[in-house]
């Protein structure tokens, strides 16, 4: 069983920047690829960025320049740091995992490629 935890959500103002956690527990064989998602109400979940523990990592377009997604593998966290915040990246923000290889995880990012998936946090962005 893999276990994912999201923190560091909150309100910030438009231009501004917030990093959000997520802390894995688990089978490290089951979470090879990690995500971050985002969705607000009346519309599809989004892939916002995805990273392979071996390296690598893969941006939607809009947030591209933007946010970073990292990971310490150490600790077994992942990050996605978001600067220059506009309202529109106002949503519900899920960490997610699955065992995939890296040709997949770095491609697009689609919610049937993960298995397990956090709580979701809120971050909410005002002009």
């Known amino acids: 069983q893999v276990q994912l935890v999201e923190s560091g959500g909150g309100s910030v103002q438009a231009g501004g920047s917030l990093r959000l956690s997520c802390a894995a527990s688990g089978d490290t064989n089951s979470r090879s690829c990690m995500a971050w998602f985002r969705q607000v109400p009346g519309k599809e979940r989004e892939g916002v960025a995805s990273i392979y523990n071996n390296g690598g990592d893969y941006y939607t377009e809009s947030v591209k320049g933007r946010f970073t997604i990292s990971q310490d593998n150490a600790k077994n966290e992942v990050y996605l740091e978001m600067n220059s915040l506009k309202p529109e990246d106002t949503a519900l923000y899920y960490c997610?995992?699955?065992?995939?290889?890296?040709?997949?995880?770095?491609?697009?990012?689609?919610?049937?490629?993960?298995?397990?998936w956090g709580q979701g946090i809120q971050v909410s962005v005002s002009s």
């Open positions: 997610a995992a699955g065992s995939l290889a890296w040709p997949r995880c770095l491609g697009k990012i689609t919610r049937s490629k993960y298995v397990y």
